[in-house]
């Protein structure tokens, strides 16, 4: 069991993840739920192509996590 | 690899967010769902930043006990102005529905993008706002200039908690308790002041 604000509560599972094991899953999301890859994916990203839907908003933060949601750098 | 100092700070960042993962999770799982959520921590050294993702631990999204479906994914990173690792909310995505898919069948999706908003220039949108996939006939026939489909208008909002999102769920949606609506409201209003009061690191 874990704390919070003098509570005891559920611990919760971590794991810690690389950027290049991110692109890869963003990329296998990609392909099922849009039918694009990850580079076309990132592309229209870049571009501000990409509608604002659910799956978009949930790939487009998988995106900054991995940190590659700064479109000036890309 | 990383210095002293610097190594003291991921550690703190990486007690910090894991207890903040573990108030939102017990939150879900002392109200409305059984499901757990877990963290996933990114130590980016290119810009040398650290991130932590929050979101359910199995499942993309968790079906409850009255078939509505949920979302969830909040994104922490380090306090720029806090040596001791600190965690501030980067984004958050909180979103319910009905269906067999999400994707398709969500009905409310709540956002607050605070990175977003102070780093992006382009970015014009409110802070924290609503994103709403319903249809409106009147709002159909409106032809002006920019108009864009509904669900894709930003309604300004103030910050909507997790707590404030389940609350909504069990009072307007009727989403069953665990252990009783009056207990899960109180637990909810409770916890809202508690962290109003403590641990805040942004409005």
Known sequence: MAEWLGEEIEAVEVEEVSRGEMIGEIDREARERLGMSFDQFYECYRNGDLPDTLVVNELVILLRFAGLGDRASA | ?203
């Open chain 2, 1 to 203: 690899m990383p210095d002293s100092g610097t190594a003291r700070l991921h550690r703190a960042f990486g007690r910090n967010s894991r207890r903040f993962a573990e108030h939102l999770s017990s939150l879900l799982t002392r109200t409305i769902t059984d499901q757990p959520l877990r963290e996933r921590v990114l130590f980016d050294r290119e810009t040398q930043t650290l991130n932590a993702l929050i979101l359910f631990r199995d499942t993309r999204e968790v079906v409850l006990a009255n078939g509505c479906r949920i979302r969830l994914l909040h994104r922490v990173t380090l306090s720029s102005d806090d040596p001791a690792g600190a965690v501030s909310t980067a984004e958050y995505s909180y979103a319910y529905g009905f269906g067999d898919n999400l994707d398709e069948g969500w009905l409310v999706r709540y956002d607050y993008v605070p990175e977003e908003a102070e780093f992006n220039p382009e970015y014009k949108y409110p802070v924290g706002h609503v994103h709403f996939n319903g249809r409106s006939a009147a709002y159909e026939a409106f032809e002006a200039a920019g108009t864009k489909p509904l669900h894709r208008l930003h309604f300004p909002t103030r910050c909507i908690s997790l707590e404030d999102f389940i609350e909504h769920l069990v009072v307007e949606m009727g989403v069953p308790t665990r252990h009783g609506q009056e207990s899960a409201l109180e637990l909810l209003a409770d916890s809202r002041n508690k962290f109003a009061k403590e641990k805040r690191t942004r409005d």
